[in-house]
């Protein structure tokens, strides 16, 4: 497949276990997120939005955190699954326009 | 519903040549961004065209330009290839303007060699 990163940040987690991808930004300016999963040879997929107004927000079995005071977002993963192992991606945008994407967290998954 | 359709899937080419990228979006979208994905810099803009028109650039030097077509497709262009220009290209397709939402998709990328 693709090489997405050869000297991306891991994190592993046990099957089961809730997983807690970080992302910092750096446009204060920034009004959307993003959070992109990339599996080994596909391109990166939506996973879930915040918008600046917001602070979390929910989807399924995720929950993305974002702390302007600090330029802070993160993904959480509940009871992660061998699936969700892939590279995952922040990206920032202002006003929907030139989004930059974080250079990527790799989450390996073992069983 | 088909998805974003990238051309050719891989591609080698020598440094001095230039080489075109084509995407095609998903049926309906009007919008296809391009990004240039290397383990060293991660995913970098590189230009946004909707209906037919060039609305974003990113920090690209001129050899990289794109084009959209009446019926949504793009192309993106690199003349004079560099060794640093080996990438994965990645087309993404929504139906507005700007990366927005759950309507975005990226395409499975076309993998760029320079050699």
């Known amino acids: 497949g693709e090489s997405v990163g050869l000297h991306l940040p891991t994190l592993s987690v046990q099957e089961g276990d809730n997983s807690i991808i970080n992302c910092a930004y750096s446009?204060?300016?920034?009004?959307?997120f993003i959070w992109y999963k990339q599996e080994s040879g596909k391109g990166p997929q939506f996973i879930i939005d915040?918008?600046?107004?917001?602070d979390k927000r929910q989807g399924q079995r995720v929950t993305v955190l974002l702390n302007k005071t600090v330029k802070h977002l993160s993904l959480q993963i509940a009871a992660t699954q061998p699936g969700d192992s892939a590279v995952y991606f922040c990206?920032?945008?202002?006003?929907?326009?030139?989004?930059?994407f974080g250079s990527g967290t790799k989450l390996n998954v073992k069983p | 519903k088909a998805g974003v359709t990238q051309t050719p899937r891989y591609l080698i080419k020598t440094r001095g040549q230039q080489v075109t990228l084509s995407c095609s979006p998903i049926?309906?979208?009007?919008?296809v961004s391009w990004y240039q994905q290397t383990p060293g810099q991660g995913l970098q803009f590189l230009f946004e065209?909707?209906?037919?028109?060039?609305?974003n650039k990113g920090n690209f030097p001129g050899r990289f330009s794109g084009r959209q077509f009446s019926n949504s497709r793009s192309e993106m262009n690199v003349s004079t290839l560099e060794l640093g220009d080996s990438a994965l290209y990645l087309c993404?397709?929504?139906?507005?303007?700007?990366?927005?939402?759950?309507?975005?998709?990226f395409g499975q990328g076309t993998r760029l060699t320079v050699v």
């Open positions: 993404a397709s929504s139906l507005g303007f700007g990366l927005q939402s759950t309507e975005a998709f």
């Open positions: 446009n204060s300016a920034s009004d959307y």
């Open positions: 915040i918008r600046s107004n917001m």
């Open positions: 990206a920032e945008g202002y006003n929907f326009n030139k989004f930059y």
């Open positions: 049926s309906g979208h009007r919008s």
């Open positions: 065209y909707f209906s037919e028109t060039q609305r």
